[in-house]
């Protein structure tokens, strides 16, 4: 396989790096150069070599950090980070190799940062895997509301949410589950559920608009087929997905997707997707202080009992600083924009009671 230009001046970079490392381990032969009397090699040298010879020759290799290698030329931006790993020069080839597999694979570009980002995996697995886990999770979660018109309605506020973000060809699905603790989760593909505990304590329109535009932003940005990839396995994923429907298959596809619903993200995936769904909430047409009384909402429920929603988010706190700075910093006209308080007890609140 012929290497990449990427590939090609990565080696480069080590051979330089390891010559430079040679030339500082020499001796200054110049130092003392009168005082010193020359020393008559026992051996006699080698007249002509081949590069694979003159490897052979040469001394080990000082361990070197993966980190010191970063791609960030128009064609590859991704940044390959790790802790630092120490590198001999039998390992030398097994880091050219990976670097070869990583380029090989491709970044994808993820819409939210704007920035390029390794991704081990296509978008068609996305979509793959919320078809083949969403029936599961909606069982986990107590089944769908069996109320077609609640059902409609968050759908609807979801959907103003999809046809705004990043990824508006995507196709998105919002369903309002049973479960009754605090909790909403998204699913590679544009799977998204709010829990029937979460929807009781929302107050309106614009405060649901401001969940599912934050779960939104998460399945935008890749970030669930991310924390499944690091916290799980991909391959475990889609090996239990297409292992059949024995009793055994089901059982570790209930377990698996427990453990997706409990997936947490990191707290800069969570910065990203509370600004992008700030940002698409407004541009969908709803008050951004519907995000800030969620927040809220939150941490007053933190006090008093267990939120499962903030058991794989970040503590509320901090978050509302941030985004109240900016909700200032842009100015809105607030006088045009949804918070829909009604609208939201009519399709949700008073649905709910009477299911109750």
């Not at 009397?37 to 290799?61: D, E, F, G, V």
């Not at 559920?193 to 779960?215: D, N, P, R, V, Y």
């Not at 391959?235 to 947490?264: D, P, Y």
Request: charged share 20%; aromatic share 6%.
């Amino acid at each position: 396989m012929m290497l990449t230009q990427h590939t090609q001046r990565f080696m480069k970079k080590i051979w330089i790096l390891d010559m430079e490392k040679q030339t500082q381990n020499k001796p200054n032969l110049t130092q003392n150069k009168a005082n010193s009397k020359p020393i008559k090699p026992k051996t006699k040298p080698i007249q002509t070599q081949s590069m694979l010879s003159m490897a052979a020759h040469k001394p080990a290799i000082k361990p070197l950090s993966l980190s010191t290698f970063r791609f960030t030329s128009p064609a590859s931006k991704c940044i390959i980070s790790s802790k630092m790993l120490s590198l001999n020069s039998q390992k030398v080839l097994l880091l050219i190799s990976y670097i070869i597999v990583c380029l090989c694979t491709g970044c994808a570009f993820n819409p939210i940062t704007g920035q390029q980002e390794l991704m081990l995996f296509p978008e068609k697995q996305d979509l793959e895997i919320g078809q083949q886990y969403a029936p599961e999770i909606e069982k986990e979660l107590g089944g769908k509301i069996e109320d077609e018109d609640l059902q409609n309605y968050i759908d609807s506020v979801g959907q103003k949410i999809a046809r705004i973000s990043h990824r508006p060809n995507w196709e998105y699905h919002y369903v309002a589950v049973n479960d009754k603790s605090i909790n909403a989760s998204a699913l590679p593909g544009g799977y998204i559920f709010i829990t029937k505990g979460m929807l009781e304590k929302l107050q309106s329109e614009s405060q649901l608009a401001a969940i599912l535009a934050h779960e939104t932003a998460h399945v935008v940005a890749r970030d669930t087929s991310n924390a499944i990839s690091n916290q799980i396995g991909l391959s475990l994923i889609l090996a239990a997905a297409t292992s059949g429907q024995s009793s055994g298959a089901v059982m570790t596809a209930a377990e698996l997707s427990r453990r997706i619903i409990g997936l947490r993200y990191s707290r800069q995936d969570e910065r990203e997707a509370d600004i992008a769904g700030l940002d698409y909430m407004v541009v969908a047409g709803y008050n951004p202080y519907g995000i800030i009384e969620t927040m809220k909402m939150l941490e007053a429920q933190r006090k008093e009992t267990v939120v499962e929603f903030l058991s794989s988010h970040p503590p509320p706190g901090n978050r509302i600083a941030y985004l109240s700075q900016r909700i200032k910093t842009k100015n809105h006209n607030l006088d045009v924009l949804n918070i829909g308080k009604q609208q939201y007890s009519n399709a949700v609140l008073d649905r709910l009671i009477t299911q109750d």
